[in-house]
């Protein structure tokens, strides 16, 4: 699995009865139902993410003199980064 992935363990070897997309002004999600009768829920929470760049424009034509790192911003939510 590759760097930012992370993987659902509890969902492992498990079979799936049922699974659905929310996708709602207000909520948007993955829910998979199992056959054992457990689920699992997976929010998806829209993110904005910003990339500063630093340009020289007086000759016509753009010159980029500075990128910054981008930074993601998630509409005022307080969200763990991926480990």
Do not use: W
Request: proline share 4%; glycine share 6%; charged share 30%.
């Amino acid at each position: 699995m590759h760097d930012g992935c992370t993987e659902l363990k509890e969902a492992r070897g498990r079979t799936v009865k049922k699974m659905t997309v929310v996708y709602d002004e207000e909520f948007c999600a993955v829910e998979v139902e199992f056959e054992d009768g457990y689920s699992m829920n997976v929010d998806i929470i829209p993110a904005l993410q910003i990339r500063p760049q630093f340009l020289y424009v007086a000759t016509g034509d753009t010159e980029i003199r500075r990128n910054y790192k981008a930074r993601v911003h998630t509409m005022g939510l307080n969200i763990e980064p991926f480990k």
